[in-house]
């Protein structure tokens, strides 16, 4: 799926990190949400509320998830899932393109 | 207008100048496009095919509109417009957050 459909945009963008994250969200007509979101180089820790599925659409980057004692790599595209209410690194080499959803459980 | 509603968004982003200025592609049922986009600061310039009006959500820059010899300065919120084929300049000091509208005419 290149695009999403028939949803709302919010016109302001969120930003993180000096915005060097940043991203706008996109409301679905089933109630669910996704940000789609920029990340310029950098290591950054975010921690989430709901359970988040990223989907890395390009970059290059490693994901350290809550828990875990080893990096995953992903260059290119790529996917990852993340806890409710957790904590999760990234160390970001190349800027990455990415969308997030946000899981309600 | 804070949101759009009934559009269709292109999930992968726009990149310029090593991603420093990003954007996201956003269309309208009755044809029309805009994107919402980031500029970190730095200099940058830009052209254009269509005519563009572009909304500054929030941020602090100066605009060289083509033709001028004055830069304009927002701080803020702002808007200006940038005729079709033509070149502009921008010096950006803040991240800003901007919605661009294309204009076919």
Known sequence: MSQ???VTVIKKANLYFDGKVSSRTVL????TKKTL???LPGEYEF?????EIMEI???DLKVLLPGESEWISISGEGEFTVPANSKFKLQ???I???ACSYIQE
Chains 1, 2 share one sequence.
């Open 4 to 6: 999403y459909e028939n």
């Open 28 to 31: 679905f007509a089933d109630g």
């Open 37 to 39: 979101g920029i990340m």
């Open 47 to 51: 921690g989430t509320d709901a359970k």
């Open 57 to 59: 659409l390009a970059g």
């Open 92 to 94: 970001v080499a190349s």
């Open 96 to 98: 990455t393109d990415y």
